[in-house]
């Protein structure tokens, strides 16, 4: 049998047997689909939002996805229209139940988005009776039809803050506060949320974005009925700003909480990414969709090859490792710089790096017609990089570092 490295990790007081879980959305949206992700090996689940349909209603758009394709690239992005749940109350607490009696080593994780103090305050009660590990306060759904919830919650810091209030006075389980990107600065909602009592923070819910859109009928994407909106988008594309804020949150010396990440997440090279800028618990929904929940096999084969490797013995030696070496752009070293090196013998001629250079760089590039060949001037190069990113051979074009102050760039003018 493969030895397996120890993927437990302690989030919020709750032991997880791997940090994997499932996001709170359409992948966990009732208790025979939980379980099929728990028989899979997923560490854990926020089940999909609670509401009380007695306060407000939801009743799904249809069609209601849009996925981004780019060139040859399928399914780099996907915008959706879902809100939170639209099952009854009764049946969803019924499934956590049933699920925590089932399943009593996973952990269960309530999503609850409430409209009122009473209805935050019910909900919370709801999901700790039903025997939920955790509770998960959605203030960033960004599509909600009700005037006041969701992303417009959590932009109100204020909102924020009594909300999170609320629930920590109503109930004993630990409280995480789900984090809207749609917001220019997420670090003063989050220490809203600290203030509120919240025992960790999770992030990122969607971006706010519009997809494609039917140049035929001039119509937005998804077509709801001729007409369609800004709602969430999610998968790869996202990763970047996901990592963005997951590491400012985790360098915020004010916060100091726990983080659960979210936002991209398909492989285990991700997920490591993740944990690296400050994640201790990583959360998925649109791998899924793609992939099935099977994808968690090889983020959980993957990473403790990784860590067997490199004699890592728990996920606490690398968390926030990354995060650590963010600095301000004024704090870059600036004397050593590099310059491109091209590999002629995997050069295949292309041509690619030099049209980049001359026409989006420092015009550093020579390229030999006759021998269909590239090389590098130094005395131009400024070490941009551009040329590696473009070439079409992965390893063709590495770099070499130099001293500024032996090697004097060519100005542009």
Not at 195 to 218: C, E, L, M
Request: net charge negative; glycine share 6%; charged share 20%.
């Amino acid at each position: 049998m493969k030895t397996r490295a120890d993927l437990s990790i302690n989030f919020c007081g709750i032991k997880f047997e791997n940090p994997f879980c499932l996001s709170s959305s359409p992948v966990s949206n009732h208790a025979e689909m939980c379980a099929r992700a728990f028989d899979a090996g997923w560490g854990g689940i926020v089940y999909k939002t609670l509401g009380l349909e007695k306060s407000f209603r939801v009743v799904m758009p249809s069609p209601r996805l849009s996925v981004l394709n780019y060139m040859d690239k399928r399914f780099v992005g996907l915008q959706n229209a879902e809100q939170i749940t639209d099952r009854p109350i009764k049946d969803n607490i019924r499934d956590i139940a049933w699920l925590k009696k089932n399943y009593p080593n996973k952990v269960l994780i309530s999503s609850i988005m409430g409209y009122t103090d009473e209805d935050w305050i019910e909900l919370a009660k709801m999901s700790e009776d039903a025997g939920a590990d955790m509770l998960e306060l959605n203030f960033s759904c960004p599509q909600m039809a009700h005037p006041s919830a969701g992303h417009r919650t959590g932009q109100d810091f204020h909102a924020v803050a009594t909300f999170t209030e609320v629930v920590k006075k109503a109930t004993k389980l630990p409280v995480m506060a789900k984090m809207t990107p749609n917001i220019t600065d997420m670090l003063p909602v989050a220490l809203a949320a600290k203030d509120g009592g919240a025992d960790a923070i999770s992030a990122i819910n969607t971006i706010k974005a519009i997809t494609d859109i039917d140049i035929n009928s001039f119509t937005p994407l998804p077509n709801i009925h001729g007409h369609s909106s800004a709602t969430g988008f999610s998968g790869p594309s996202v990763k970047p700003v996901a990592l963005r804020f997951v590491s400012d949150l985790y360098n915020s010396k004010p916060l100091q909480l726990p983080i659960s990440g979210v936002g991209g997440i398909e492989t285990w090279i991700d997920a490591l990414q993740f944990l690296l800028l400050g994640a201790t618990n990583l959360q998925v929904t649109t791998g899924i969709l793609r992939y099935g929940y099977r994808i968690v096999e090889d983020m959980i084969e993957g990473l403790s090859d990784y860590m067997i490797e490199r004699n890592i013995k728990s996920l606490d030696e690398i968390i926030g490792k990354a995060a650590q070496k963010l600095t301000d752009p004024s704090n870059f070293e600036t004397r050593y710089q590099v310059v491109s090196v091209i590999d002629e013998e995997k050069c295949i001629g292309c041509g690619q790096c030099f049209i980049s250079c001359h026409d989006g760089a420092n015009q550093a590039i020579k390229f030999d017609p006759a021998k269909r060949k590239a090389t590098v001037d130094e005395e131009r190069c400024v070490g941009c990089l551009l040329c590696k990113h473009v070439c079409p051979v992965w390893d063709c074009v590495s770099y070499k570092e130099v001293d500024t102050q032996l090697v004097k760039h060519a100005a542009i003018f």
